[in-house]
């Protein structure tokens, strides 16, 4: 649609000119998708890994076990994984580790020492919490929680949430990619031991239309993939107040609501209810009710744009204005 040129320019620019390989943009509203295009050596058919895209979809699978009253958000980890926290004088529950606040040390994503053994290490960064600091290996957590309250392997479950959201595409084959992400092993990600993990807090590959059914989803809140009680709920922040700590320090304007990145005071964006989430490899996937309008960007640069300068926000705004 042409009012969504200048944000279609910004993603022909940063391909033609750097640092993006290729790209795939789309806009969706509440009854589908409004505008896509591809760029560079790329379809918009294409499957992309999300990295922490993955994040709210498994939120999203925890959130209909909740709603069946198999968890709550206070359900202990200890529960889905009994030896969990030896050592720990606090008790680290299900809202903890989908709101960065659970304390848990942090390996690297691409750990060779298994997700599961990772997540069983001794000691803690911090008191659940009492702190907010980026975790990935807490979503291994969850998804432990997932497989204890639903008896099935926790992929089911995330499968489950692409196909009422009509998201077909959703998966853990890397192989269903053609976009492996470029200097993933200069920025530090050996990615064939990292795809090989099946993260649940990273691991998924989709395709743009794949958000972008899921971002109308959400803005319908008919209840396709969680009742609007519970799409309400996620969205309350679990960490107002709390010491946030790098890559996510206070002055970002966000806070974590349940799983979602709630960019509530951003200072670089023109919104104040916008919610969504960044992968690893410079996709996005953002969703602002207020206009009714979600956006995702795919492309595959290891470590991001935001390495080479270029300011997301840019695009948030040249979507939001024409929104």
């Keep these: ?32 998708v409004v505008a896509l295009d591809a760029f560079g050596e790329a379809s918009v058919d294409d499957h992309y890994p999300l990295f922490s895209i ?11 076990l909740v709603e069946q009253g198999r968890l709550t958000p206070d359900t202990p980890l200890e529960r889905g994984l009994p030896g969990f926290g ?5 008790v680290v529950r299900l809202r903890h580790l989908a709101s960065h606040t659970s304390g848990i040390v942090e390996p690297p994503l691409d750990t060779p020492d298994g997700l599961r053994p990772s997540l069983l290490a001794p000691g803690r960064d911090f008191a659940a919490g009492t702190v907010s600091r980026y975790s990935t290996i807490a979503f291994e957590g969850i998804a432990a929680l997932i497989e204890d309250a639903s008896g099935a ?14 998201a077909s595409g959703l998966t853990f084959d890397a192989d269903a990619s053609p976009h492996a992400p470029i200097d993933s092993a200069e920025q530090g990600l050996d990615y064939a031991r990292f795809a090989a993990l099946r993260h649940p807090g990273a691991g998924l590959l989709g395709r743009a239309s794949d958000l972008l059914a899921l971002g109308s989803a959400l ?14 709920a996620m969205l309350r922040p679990l960490t107002s107040g709390l010491p946030k700590l790098e890559p996510y320090p206070a002055s970002r304007g966000q806070d974590w609501g349940f799983t979602w990145n709630l960019r509530h005071s951003a200072p670089g964006l023109l919104t104040t209810d916008t919610f969504g989430h960044g992968g690893w490899a410079g996709t996005e996937f953002w969703v602002t009710p207020s206009l009714g309008v979600c956006f995702v960007l795919m492309t595959n640069l290891g470590g991001g744009f935001g390495r080479f300068g270029v300011d997301a926000d840019e695009l948030h705004n040249a979507v939001a204005a024409a929104g």
């Design 1 to 32: 649609m042409p009012q969504f040129d200048h944000a279609f320019d910004w993603v022909r620019r940063n391909v033609a000119d750097g640092p993006l390989p290729n790209a795939v943009l789309g806009v969706a509203n509440a009854e589908g």
């Design 54 to 64: 993955t994040k709210p979809v498994v939120g999203l699978a925890a959130l209909r």
């Design 86 to 90: 030896a050592g720990r004088d606090d």
């Design 153 to 166: 392997p926790w992929e089911r479950a995330v499968a489950e949430v692409a196909e009422r959201a009509d």
């Design 219 to 232: 803005l319908r809140d008919d209840g396709a993939v969680v009742a609007p009680l519970t799409a309400a």
